[in-house]
C-alpha cells in the first residue's frame, strides 16, 4: 500500500469515527402515549424516534421525530417559542450571527405563523415553500391554524407537509410534519395529525 493510499484510508477511518461519536447514542425511543415537553404535551398513537441526536445543529426547544428515518419523514414538536426562540436552524450553518435562523414575533396573526413555518423551513434548504389549505383549530383555549404545505429539496425531490401553530400567553407552539410526496407522506399523515389533535398548551 503505497503513502497516497494510507493516507486515504486514515481519511475514511477518521471521518468514520466523527460521525459515530457524533451520533453515539443514537435515536431514543420514543412510545406511544403521552409526552410532557415543557409547558406543551401531546399524545403518541405509535412509537416514534427521537432522532434530534442526529443533528449536528438544532433549535433547543424544538423535538425532531421519526418513524422511518430523518430523510423519510420528520415531525418537529416546539415547546413554547418565544421571539428569541427559532423552530429550525440550518444542519450545517447553525444559528449564528451572520447565519441567523428565523425568528417569530409576539402576537403573531395566523397568517404570519404561516409565513414563519415557510420561511423556517427555507433553513432546512428546502426551495419553493407553498402554503395552502388553512384550517382554524382550537387548542385547550387558544386558537391556532393548521395548514398544508409543499416544498421541493435541491435534488428536485416533492415534499409535503402539514403544520399547526398555536399561541398562548404571548409564546408559540408549531408541530410540524414533512416527508416525501410519494409514498411517505400518506403513509404516516394519520399518526401526525393524532398528535396534533391531542395537543395541549
Not at 24 to 33: F, M, Q
Not at 86 to 96: F, I, K
Not at 134 to 143: H, I, L
Request: glycine letters at 8%.
Amino acid at each position: 500500500m503505497n503513502l497516497k493510499s494510507k493516507l486515504k484510508t486514515v481519511a475514511v477511518i477518521g471521518a468514520s469515527v466523527a460521525v459515530l461519536a457524533a451520533c453515539g447514542s443514537g435515536p431514543r425511543l420514543v412510545p406511544a402515549g403521552k409526552l410532557t415537553f415543557g409547558n406543551a404535551s401531546v399524545t403518541f398513537s405509535r412509537d416514534w424516534s427521537d432522532i434530534g441526536v442526529l443533528s449536528y445543529h438544532k433549535a433547543k426547544k424544538v423535538r425532531i421525530l421519526s418513524i422511518d428515518g430523518p430523510g423519510l419523514n420528520r415531525l418537529y414538536i416546539s415547546d413554547g417559542l418565544t421571539s428569541d426562540d427559532p423552530l429550525m436552524v440550518s444542519p450545517t450553518a447553525g444559528d449564528r450571527k451572520n447565519a441567523p435562523a428565523p425568528r417569530g414575533k409576539k402576537d403573531m396573526s395566523l397568517s404570519e405563523q404561516m409565513e414563519f413555518v415557510a420561511t423556517s423551513l427555507n433553513v432546512l434548504e428546502y426551495q419553493k415553500v407553498e402554503t395552502d389549505n388553512p384550517k382554524p383549530v382550537t387548542v385547550g383555549d387558544s386558537r391556532g391554524v393548521r395548514f398544508e404545505f409543499t416544498a421541493k429539496t435541491s435534488d428536485g425531490l416533492d415534499i409535503k407537509g402539514v403544520a399547526q401553530a398555536v399561541s398562548k400567553g404571548g409564546l408559540n407552539y408549531y408541530i410540524v410534519y414533512l416527508a416525501p410526496a410519494e409514498h411517505y407522506f400518506d403513509a404516516s399523515l394519520k399518526d401526525a395529525l393524532a398528535v396534533m389533535d391531542g395537543a395541549k398548551v
